[in-house]
């Protein structure tokens, strides 16, 4: 009953899809709908063609069944993306990319890709920056201490890759802190 | 809720303050906090009780609409999206528990000890705590303990060259926290001062930011 080993100490990335399905994102419905009461809020009134804003999930719920067109988030977007490769590699620091950039180009590029401009482009990009940035993460590795590390403009897929290790070897580097013997400069040969 | 105001696409809300947040953002805040946290979280009763009863109402209302023979094929779709709502969140509400029911077993006989972590569980958590410790006691008492002298009976012993037998959660573990605003200073383990920026992300010992977290400024990630 209690939580699954697997996820005692992590989130698994569907889940990490699960919560990037709250963002909120806008389609255009094609059929006519009035508005709808949830828990999250109230979406609608949906009027073919007209902007909506939506739950991912939801999103994904309507475009399944062919009743509306997602539109794409401006990040996602061949320009845009091209733009923060360029930086990514020219650059010794990750580039800011939307937190959960990951998991919702992901569900776009599976549900949507219809609704992206160029997406085989897209998934390319995508890749290359993930790459990009995997040897940033790994390079980081080099200033793990057991004070603290600082992860500017890390996103969410990618904090949970590095989870694991990084809080491993974190670990092991405080517990050899603390059993530095204490004041060391008395160590004399 | 309004929507347009209070949620970017994609992005963190607004930047310079602490977003207002519905029920439903607060409760994903919640879970994935209790999720990453060594130790166990306060619980909320209330938010929890706020968001039962909207799932009750949302059931209720889509069953009742179903039940209208008239239905047209779009409203039937509507009441499954408020159902798929529905059980989206229900699965929250249920990792959220499981993720409490794990740490409660895991420190079980820390918790009965301790009236301060007593005080972050619910009625129902706190019964089960204790009647886990009872049970677990009970069984290595009738199984091994019961065969052993008296002096190595005990399930608490403190000795000095061992680890403690209570098992404690390792605040020392290092966690991702993501700042909801601009922190003040927190001491650093080497005795450094570090100013936590707004929207800023790092890799900390739970221990140090442990107050942050109860007072919502972080967020872990």
Redesign the interface.
């Known amino acids: 009953?209690?939580?699954p080993v697997a996820?005692?100490n992590t989130?698994s990335p569907a889940?990490l899809e699960?919560?990037a399905?709250?963002?909120?994102?806008?389609i255009r419905p094609t059929?006519?709908?009035?508005k709808?009461?949830?828990?999250?809020?109230?979406?609608g009134p949906f009027i073919g063609g007209r902007l909506v804003?939506v739950p991912l999930?939801?999103a994904v719920?309507l475009k399944l069944?062919k009743?509306c067109n997602i539109v794409a988030?401006?990040?996602l977007s061949v320009d845009f993306l091209q733009e923060k490769l360029t930086q990514e590699t020219s650059r010794p620091e990750f580039s800011s990319l939307?937190?959960?950039?990951a998991e919702?180009a992901k569900v776009m590029l599976d549900v949507a890709s219809d609704d992206l401009m160029h997406p085989e482009k897209l998934r390319s990009l995508l890749k290359d920056l993930r790459e990009a940035r995997q040897a940033k993460s790994r390079d980081g590795l080099r200033l793990l201490s057991?004070?603290?590390?600082?992860?500017?403009?890390?996103c969410?897929m990618e904090?949970n890759e590095i989870?694991p290790f990084?809080?491993r070897g974190?670990?092991v580097l405080?517990q050899l802190?603390a059993d530095r013997p204490n004041p060391p400069d008395e160590f004399t040969l | 809720m309004n929507i347009d105001n209070d949620v970017i696409p994609g992005l963190f809300a607004d930047p310079t303050q602490l977003p207002k947040e519905s029920d439903l953002q607060e409760l994903l805040r919640l879970w994935q906090n209790e999720r990453h946290a060594p130790e166990i979280l306060p619980s909320n009763g209330e938010l929890l009780s706020r968001v039962l009863d909207q799932i009750r109402r949302q059931s209720d209302d889509a069953n009742a609409l179903r039940r209208d023979a008239n239905l047209s094929e779009e409203e039937h779709y509507m009441t499954m999206l408020v159902q798929t709502e529905v059980e989206r969140v229900k699965f929250i509400i249920r990792s959220y528990i499981r993720t409490r029911l794990f740490k409660i077993e895991q420190f079980a006989r820390h918790m009965t000890n301790d009236p301060e972590i007593q005080a972050r569980l619910s009625q129902a958590e706190l019964t089960h705590a204790r009647r886990y410790t009872a049970l677990v006691e009970k069984q290595f008492t009738t199984s091994v303990l019961g065969h052993l002298p008296d002096t190595q009976r005990g399930l608490d012993d403190d000795v000095p060259t061992l680890p403690n037998m209570v098992t404690e959660p390792d605040k020392d573990r290092p966690v991702f926290i993501h700042a909801r605003q601009a922190c003040g200073p927190v001491q650093l383990p080497d005795g450094s001062g570090f100013e936590i920026a707004n929207d800023s992300i790092h890799l900390m010992r739970y221990h140090t930011i442990e107050q942050l977290l109860a007072r919502g400024e972080v967020e872990l990630v």
């Open positions: 009953m209690s939580l996820l005692r989130i889940e699960f919560i399905s709250e963002e909120i994102v806008e059929v006519k709908m009035d709808i009461r949830f828990i999250s809020g109230i979406y804003k999930w939801m719920n069944k009743k988030p401006s990040w939307p937190f959960r950039f919702i057991d004070n603290a590390l600082s992860l500017p403009h890390l969410s904090i989870r990084f809080v974190m670990g405080i802190a």
